[in-house]
């Protein structure tokens, strides 16, 4: 992002009122700040309660979501390596056509790719675990498979890839060796991350409380996830290895995602990208609208952003199941905006802020914080 003095004054003149339409562009350009959504959330939509959300048929192929993604107004968009994938024989092999197709249609709507998502979890060949599964011969191709991945971004100008481990955890007690486990985790994300460094790019991992492995996921929270990119930078030796925040996790294992931030400078762990959207402490993974749920925790998040330093995309990761799609994304991109301006102002007045938080006596941080969260 790109905050100073003279742009922060603009809040009180150009950015005046509430931001919708075309003000949110000029917004974002103002502010330097790079917003995205996963190309799924284009729809459509199914779960294991209805099969599809649509009583009418939607493209859900991949040109498809992207020209949604782009009738949102929104500027960057997420991938995945199942795009690009087909089946030959045994072997899952990248798809050049597929590839081509993807390129043409994000030259054509004009769209940055801006991460690449690792859907191994997708395929029931890695339900027992991905990159922990217990067997030795599928662990290594769980790896192989995440390697690919990275060879993906690096061909569709990805800045990062990223695992997020979803059928990699437990389901009940006793049910794995949780430190065997961690170490086969370690040991894949070393190879990953040395592979993105190879080719100049960012690799994190994401955290999760639960869902789709329903006792934990291998990293139910940022701090352990933040462990994990650590521990591989020290045997790496090079800073390699961030972590991907999903504003949505930290609400549901009820962390304060400000906090999150803040830890992982302290710590010197990269934040490899964020995924915004809303969603309940100890939930499922709801991914609704973001900015619809406690508008003082999505300023506090955006204000640590700002904070720190934050320099990488904002991406809409959400399913919002019984909306059109393009509404629904259109609306998270306005509504975050609201509250990065919020933010903003917040950050305009950070002396003041700074003085009420020394007091130790939160009534003073209220008073200097509660005409702009509330008004």
Same mark, same amino acid.
């Given at each position: 992002?790109?905050?100073?003095?003279?742009?922060?004054?603009?809040?009180?003149?150009?950015?005046?009122?509430?931001?919708?339409?075309?003000?949110?562009?000029?917004?974002?350009?103002?502010?330097?700040?790079?917003?995205?959504?996963?190309?799924?959330?284009?729809?459509?939509?199914?779960?294991?309660?209805?099969?599809?959300?649509?009583?009418?048929?939607?493209?859900?192929?991949?040109?498809?979501?992207?020209?949604?993604?782009?009738?949102?107004?929104?500027?960057?968009?997420?991938?995945?390596?199942?795009?690009?994938?087909?089946?030959?024989?045994?072997?899952?092999?990248?798809?050049?056509?597929?590839?081509?197709?993807?390129?043409?249609?994000?030259?054509?709507?004009?769209?940055?790719?801006?991460?690449?998502?690792?859907?191994?979890?997708?395929?029931?060949?890695?339900?027992?675990?991905?990159?922990?599964?217990?067997?030795?011969?599928?662990?290594?191709?769980?790896?192989?498979?995440?390697?690919? &991945?990275?060879?993906?971004?690096?061909?569709?100008?990805?800045?990062? +890839?990223?695992?997020?481990? /979803?059928? !990699? @955890? =437990?389901?009940?007690?006793?049910?794995?060796?949780?430190?065997?486990?961690?170490?086969?985790?370690?040991?894949?994300?070393?190879?990953?991350?040395?592979?993105?460094?190879?080719?100049?790019?960012?690799?994190?991992?994401?955290?999760?409380?639960?869902?789709?492995?329903?006792?934990?996921?291998?990293?139910?929270?940022?701090?352990?996830?933040?462990?994990?990119?650590?521990?591989?930078?020290?045997?790496?030796?090079?800073?390699?290895?961030?972590?991907?925040?999903?504003?949505?996790?930290?609400?549901?294992?009820?962390?304060?995602?400000?906090?999150?931030?803040?830890?992982?400078?302290?710590?010197?762990?990269?934040?490899?990208?964020?995924?915004?959207?809303?969603?309940?402490?100890?939930?499922?993974?709801?991914?609704?609208?973001?900015? &619809?749920?406690?508008?003082?925790?999505?300023?506090?998040?955006?204000? +640590?952003?700002?904070?720190? /330093?934050? !320099? @990488? =995309?904002?991406?809409?990761?959400?399913?919002?199941?019984?909306?059109?799609?393009?509404?629904?994304?259109?609306?998270?991109?306005?509504?975050?905006?609201?509250?990065?301006?919020?933010?903003?102002?917040?950050?305009?007045?950070?002396?003041?802020?700074?003085?009420?938080?020394?007091?130790?006596?939160?009534?003073?941080?209220?008073?200097?914080?509660?005409?702009?969260?509330?008004?």
């Amino acid at each position: 992002m790109h905050v100073t003095d003279d742009n922060l004054k603009l809040l009180a003149t150009e950015f005046a009122g509430y931001l919708e339409g075309d003000v949110v562009d000029a917004f974002f350009e103002a502010y330097g700040i790079q917003f995205s959504a996963g190309h799924w959330c284009a729809g459509g939509f199914s779960d294991r309660f209805c099969r599809s959300y649509l009583e009418e048929p939607l493209d859900e192929s991949a040109v498809g979501q992207i020209s949604r993604v782009a009738a949102a107004g929104i500027k960057g968009v997420e991938l995945n390596n199942e795009m690009f994938l087909t089946e030959h024989g045994n072997e899952l092999v990248i798809d050049e056509a597929k590839i081509r197709e993807v390129q043409d249609a994000l030259a054509h709507y004009k769209l940055v790719p801006t991460n690449m998502n690792t859907n191994i979890w997708t395929r029931a060949r890695y339900r027992m675990g991905g990159i922990t599964n217990p067997d030795a011969g599928r662990r290594k191709e769980g790896v192989d498979y995440c390697l690919q &991945t990275v060879e993906l971004a690096k061909r569709l100008n990805c800045p990062s +890839a990223q695992l997020w481990p /979803g059928s !990699d @955890g =437990w389901d009940y007690h006793f049910e794995v060796n949780y430190g065997k486990q961690l170490d086969w985790f370690l040991d894949g994300c070393v190879e990953i991350a040395k592979k993105a460094q190879s080719l100049g790019l960012k690799f994190g991992t994401e955290a999760k409380q639960k869902e789709p492995r329903e006792g934990n996921m291998i990293l139910n929270t940022t701090a352990k996830a933040a462990l994990v990119a650590k521990t591989v930078n020290e045997t790496v030796g090079e800073t390699v290895m961030g972590v991907v925040i999903d504003y949505g996790h930290e609400q549901m294992v009820g962390n304060q995602p400000a906090d999150s931030l803040y830890l992982l400078k302290r710590m010197r762990v990269p934040i490899a990208n964020f995924h915004i959207n809303a969603a309940k402490y100890n939930s499922n993974d709801e991914d609704r609208v973001t900015g &619809t749920d406690d508008i003082w925790r999505l300023a506090e998040f955006c204000y +640590a952003a700002i904070d720190t /330093g934050y !320099d @990488g =995309w904002f991406g809409e990761d959400q399913f919002t199941y019984r909306m059109e799609p393009i509404k629904a994304m259109s609306l998270s991109k306005e509504l975050f905006a609201n509250a990065m301006k919020k933010a903003l102002r917040i950050y305009l007045v950070r002396e003041q802020l700074t003085a009420a938080q020394d007091t130790g006596d939160a009534g003073n941080v209220i008073d200097v914080v509660k005409r702009i969260l509330n008004g």
